[in-house]
């Protein structure tokens, strides 16, 4: 039936069954996109784990996890154990937490607390642009700035260590740690800075006694994406730190991560072989560490306060 | 007295401290940025941009990294994009809050968790052997597309749920359906949101090394991809080589600094035009409420 809305203006409608089996389609469009990204995370892991497996029945769990020496290409005995690249990782993520959690919750709190307006935009957009930098770039910068400034420092040969890796990763983890942090501060209603104003407390005080313990939650939800990102980080540490794989023992030794062993490894095996399998189930286990430090988050970050 | 002194003391050495950490946090950003700026700008010239490298990458420009990274990040854009958009509007407008719902936001909190060098492995033995489709420019693009799946499903969710409920009460109150609602009313009002998540996604897709580090990135080629199925140099694998595999590594350094110069201020205009995007939307949104 032709509608018109002025004179001589005619709109073509479609009729009313065809839009209605149009809005089914896309209905059952949308619903088939969600079911396919719970697909995409299955399929990721049941794939690591299904080309994981070969090796962990050639190797056994054990000697993998407990394993203290990492030499594939041995000549005499090859060696798979990840107990060097583990601690490795352990160390390039607490340090990089130990330099970006104070700086990133006080840049936070300045963030939130003392500024408004423009700066405050400014300082949004600096967080973004640093967020923003590739890996590759920031690993850049440690082998062209940090590691030689390291090697001076510390009267060492060339730098590139643990603590190298550490202020690497801690410049990646920033952004997230301080935008998230800020949001959480944010979020603090604004009652409670008056409420303990008014009753005498000087504005530091508040932020310190009453606005920060509020925003726990948020800031241990940005704490633990600091951790994930950390963990993860793949280039910088590969550029950086040397990648000596054997269990370092200070923050001045050269380390290798699980990330940069699989990237520097992966290059040079041939596929199928029992080292391809086996940078298939340090992914695997990177996955599954990933996996529980998001679960974990999520966990606490939901609960009720 | 006394008490309020040190109380007044004690906020001053705090103000001081939160300072100096936002001082630091900016300042890394500053020196790391001139740094590249003033070691990189000679290079720059529009020979460096539209040459082939030569004499083993010790002379000449960086035109197939550059072409290189164009076409993996248009493959993984193709690939990301209609996918991530519809699952956002899937989860703003037709997801019920049930335990399904929570799983799928669960499911996509962890991918966007997951190590890069995981999506690279993931790649490798699904794209390059397990399709056959080999190291190529389409196994890398679609590698990084599940990377950036996750930041395009949450922005556009976002930007959706951003949209005012009385927008779909009108639009379903004149008898549309949820589908007219959605392509007329919805999608339009939170196309700058939406857009905001493709301009971030690009430019993580363009600087992403460890995804394409064995799903199709080569160290050199002389020649440019001729199609999808063919090798590629990448600006940030290159810049990789240039400073940690090359033979002669001081030879390099200028051509690596330049390559950074210019990956950098890819990276930066994206994310200037994202952050400007969302800034207006944001005075846009509390202009309105």
Known sequence: MPLFIREGQMIKYKSTEKILRIDKIAKSIFTISGIIIISILMAIMIFLLKESIPFFKEHGVIDFLFGTSWDPTSGVEEKYGIIPLFISTLMVSVGSLVISMPIGIGAAIFFSEYSKGKISDFIRYIMEILSSIPSVVIGFIGITLIGPFLAELTGTNNGFNAINGSILVALMTLPTIISISTDALKDVPKDMRDASISLGSTKWEAIIKIVVPYAKRGIFASFMLGVGRAIGETMTVVMATGNAPAIPKTFLDSVRTMTANIAIEMGEVPIGSKHYHALFAIGFVLFIITLLVNLLSNKITKRKI | ?289
């Open chain 2, 1 to 289: 007295m006394h008490i309020i002194n040190k109380k007044i003391i004690i906020e001053k050495i705090g103000i001081i401290l939160v300072s100096l950490s936002t001082l630091i946090v900016i300042s890394s950003l500053i020196i790391i940025f001139y740094d590249i700026l003033v070691k990189g700008i000679d290079k720059i010239s529009f020979e460096f941009l539209f040459t082939f490298p030569k004499k083993n990458m010790t002379e000449g420009g960086i035109y197939p990294a550059i072409i290189g990274t164009l076409y993996v990040t248009i493959v993984s854009v193709i690939f990301s994009v209609p996918f991530g958009i519809t699952a956002g509007i899937y989860l703003s407008e037709y997801s019920k809050e049930n335990k399904f719902t929570t799983l799928i936001r669960t499911t996509i909190k962890n991918l966007a968790g997951i190590p890069s060098i995981v999506y690279g492995l993931f790649g490798l033995g699904i794209f390059v052997t397990g399709m056959k489709i080999g190291e190529s420019v389409l196994s890398a693009g679609l590698t990084l597309g599940l990377l950036v799946l996750p930041v395009i499903i949450t922005t556009t969710e976002e930007a959706l749920k951003r949209v005012p409920e009385s927008y779909r009460d009108a639009s379903i109150g004149l008898g549309a359906t949820k589908w007219q609602t959605i392509k007329k009313v919805l999608i339009p009002s939170a196309g700058p949101g939406i857009m905001t998540g493709i301009i971030l996604s690009i430019g993580r897709a363009a600087g992403e090394t460890a995804p394409i580090l064995f799903t199709g990135a080569a160290f050199y080629l002389h020649t440019l991809p001729g199609s999808i199925f063919d090798k590629f140099m990448a600006l940030p694998y290159h810049i990789f080589a240039l400073s940690t595999q090359h033979a002669q590594l001081s030879k390099v350094r200028p051509i690596a600094y330049g390559a950074t110069l210019i990956l950098i201020f890819l990276v930066f205009m994206l994310s200037s035009i994202a952050f400007f995007l969302r800034l207006k939307l944001r005075k846009i949104s509390e202009g309105n409420l």
